[in-house]
């Protein structure tokens, strides 16, 4: 079934990309990349062209036919309502609820204070050195990791996955997530739970495609 064109703007180690990417594999849909480089020259987001896209500046956005979509968390609900199958919400508002708070304990509390501009306006703004800022990454990122293992690990639902035995929105943002701490050098012994789900995800090759070393402009660093 042809279901449109599908362009993403993604930078390949944007946590908030990786996201989409999984859930747009999941589906089993075709896109584009579209490659927004957030460091060279300044920063590709902050051009012109695609502030037009998207006055945030800020990546994803995903083109849908006619369609500008922003952010990732709406762009996924979109992607779950558009293509209802296979689901990536559970069936109960209870279940929903729950995937829904994993989600925004990432996309709300860990990612925005830990993502790329921030981390530029403390070098810039506040003199913070590299070692403080990546303290100040692992600050944020074992602070939000403990809720979510001690979340999970008391979830009566959380099966293979973070909501039973298929991915949801849920696993769609952990996995970045846990990526990012790892980059950073978050020691992740502590959160067995998640680190059993994030395997569990890491298999799948709707996983394996989106990964960031995967992606087309992995190698322009």
Known sequence: MN???????????????????????LKGLAYEITPVHLLRDGGEQHK??????NPQQLVPVLLHGNRVLRQS??????????????PLMPATARD???????????????HPVANLRVLQYLERN?????AGREEWIRHWIRSGLDA???????????????DGEQPTMADCCLVPQ???????????????????????????????AARPERQPDAQAQ
């Open 3 to 25: 279901h449109g064109t599908i362009r993403l703007y993604s930078y390949w180690r944007s946590s908030a990309a990786y996201r989409v990417r999984i859930a747009l594999n």
């Open 48 to 53: 012109q062209a695609f502030v037009d896209l």
């Open 73 to 86: 968390m709406a762009i996924i609900e979109y992607l779950d309502e558009t293509f209802p199958a296979p």
């Open 96 to 110: 929903r609820q729950r995937v829904r708070l994993v989600a925004q304990m990432i996309a709300c509390d860990i």
């Open 126 to 130: 506040l003199g913070v050195d590299q």
């Open 148 to 162: 979510i293992e001690e979340t999970l690990a008391d979830n009566p639902s959380t099966g293979t996955f973070c």
């Open 178 to 208: 846990v990526f990012n701490a790892e980059r950073f050098g978050v020691d992740m012994a502590p959160y067995a739970t998640i680190r059993r789900i994030v395997q569990a995800c890491n298999v799948l090759p709707e996983f394996i």
